[in-house]
T-cell receptor, first 111, second 110 residues
Framework: DAKTTQPPSMDCAEGRAANLPCNHSTISGNEYVYWYRQIHSQGPQYIIHGLKNNETNEMASLIITEDRKSSTLILPHATLRDTAVYYCIVTANFGNEKLTFGTGTRLTIIP | DTAVSQTPKYLVTQMGNDKSIKCEQNLGHDTMYWYKQDSKKFLKIMFSYNNKELIINETVPNRFSPKSPDKAHLNLHINSLELGDSAVYFC?????????FGPGTRLTVL
């Protein structure tokens, strides 16, 4: 699976959009970009995933660059409950995929 | 209803003991996993089972033995516990698009 690079930490004001970047310059054509988050002391939670098109669901939007070498997770109106570690994961094993978690980005929402 | 549940939530035990952690999912999924999150917060996969068959075994010491009595359950048995086994263990099951994680079991070996 391709390696990902994320900033170790970010702050965002409550109510503003939180934009979390991820670099995956060695991504292969059949690899998906997944985002999970882990709120303190809880199990990781799936947010969104995509292959090459931008995706949106009730939690977030995922913007993938045309060359697929980077992506951005957008939380449109961040709340205090969005404070968590966010993991960007690239994997091709869509069947029985194993998720390889990096160090992620610790996002802190500031009141 | 809890989708993926684990028991116990906390487990404190002495070195050398044998212990088990239980996991159950009520989502009807075929594939389940065990992950370990150490004190530095690195989250690593240990095992994966599909319909009671071992699919992934990530070079985990053979003191760790997963057991899947049916596809809704994946238990983790650990023999001869060592200090380094102290961690949070997460069970997960795989849906069509994502993995669903349990709340974790914090194991402390003294």
């Amino acid at each position: 699976d391709a390696k990902t690079t994320q900033p170790p930490s970010m702050d965002c004001a409550e109510g503003r959009a939180a934009n979390l970047p991820c670099n995956h310059s060695t991504i292969s054509g059949n690899e998906y970009v997944y985002w999970y988050r882990q709120i303190h002391s809880q199990g990781p939670q799936y947010i969104i995933h995509g292959l090459k098109n931008n995706e949106t669901n009730e939690m977030a939007s995922l913007i993938i660059t045309e060359d697929r070498k980077s992506s951005t997770l957008i939380l449109p109106h961040a709340t205090l409950r969005d404070t968590a570690v966010y993991y960007c994961i690239v994997t091709a094993n869509f069947g029985n995929e194993k998720l390889t978690f990096g160090t992620g980005t610790r996002l802190t929402i500031i009141p | 209803d809890t989708a993926v549940s684990q028991t116990p939530k906390y487990l404190v035990t002495q070195m050398g003991n044998d212990k088990s952690i239980k996991c159950e999912q009520n989502l009807g999924h075929d594939t389940m996993y065990w992950y370990k999150q150490d004190s530095k917060k690195f989250l690593k996969i240990m095992f994966s089972y599909n319909n009671k068959e071992l699919i992934i075994n990530e070079t985990v010491p053979n003191r760790f033995s997963p057991k899947s009595p049916d596809k809704a359950h994946l238990n983790l048995h650990i023999n001869s516990l060592e200090l380094g086994d102290s961690a949070v263990y997460f069970c997960a099951s795989r849906g069509p698009n994502e993995q669903f994680f349990g709340p974790g079991t914090r194991l402390t070996v003294l």
